[in-house]
């Protein structure tokens, strides 16, 4: 398949810039695996998964990722961390009038960082101080690009999970945004179990494909980690007969590639797994997941999962039904075949 097969329209009012007064009070577009879809509200969500299913949630944490100072120069530099390497060390994307130079220093307030060499288009920067220090100290919450608000209180709230734990994501798990507390022990009275992984959310994840032709496009790699236990959960899921189902692209790409040398084979790396229409699932069940960006590798992803033409129509329901798109938006809740 092309690029230009995954398009489609978007009227820009359905781009949520907010999200909704109250968490979890978003709208759910359910496509059940016998076909059809309903319009339904997410706080619907128990009465449409099972007894005995599992939720795999990304607990990974938004880290204020995004700098803005000096170089060594004066000019003006913009610095958006991709992923922290070790505890000194990043890569990132820079903006900049002129690319920093190898050796030179970057300034942020009070706090510097050292440009060790550039990799392909991202920069490898050593900080004077603990990288976590340092975006919690001179950093900002990474919106989307196509938010276009800036970051306050209320998005430092809303803009993370209620179960987020390990820092590491540069955009939110946004499937993961409409669940409470409450959702949550509610499904577990039920008897739906939710279980964690890891996936630190990168920030090629807001990058474009560049390529009409899929088979060139190279995803960027995200570093994700699934704990025993959770693997355990998941055994013992499918053993009662269960469904796995994933909050997020994020925790099917973590699953995913898990499986791709053999079941569970692989529970912790990098993953750069690239999923299209063709692909054959190993390991999930059913997806939560929210609207994706036209042409994107995530709406590609969905599409592998519910067929293309269902997908297509489902997308031009939701936008005729003015569901709200993107990271603030609305769910679906995919269930496969």
Known sequence: MQLSDFDYHLPEHLIAQFPPAVRGGSRLLHLPAGGG???????????????GDLLVLNDTRVIKARLFGQKDSGGQVEVMIERVLSEYEALAMVRASKSPKPDSWLQFGEHRAQMLAREGEFFHL?????VLDVLEAAGQLPLPPYIEH???????ERYQTVFAREPGAVAAPTAGLHFTEAMLATLAE???????LTLHVGAGTFQPV????????RMHHERYRIPPETLAAIAATRAAG?????????????????????DFAAPEGDTDIFITPGYSFRAVDALITNFHLPKSTL????SALMGYERMQ???AHAVAAEYRFFSYGDAMLLERR
């Not at 879809?37 to 007894?51: G, N, V, Y």
């Not at 039920?190 to 964690?196: E, F, L, N, S």
């Open 313 to 315: 129509a489902a997308y």
């Open 126 to 130: 050593r900080f004077a101080a603990p």
């Open 299 to 302: 709406l590609m992803l969905v």
């Open 242 to 262: 269960g469904r796995i189902v994933a909050v997020g692209t994020t925790s099917l790409r973590a699953l995913e590639a898990a499986c791709q040398t053999g």
């Open 210 to 217: 560049r390529v009409e032709n899929l088979a060139e496009h």
């Open 150 to 156: 800036r970051p306050d209180g209320e998005d430092a």
């Open 190 to 196: 039920q008897g739906i179990a939710h279980a964690r």
């Open 37 to 51: 879809l309903h319009d339904r509200q997410f706080a619907d969500l128990p009465s449409l998964l099972r007894r």
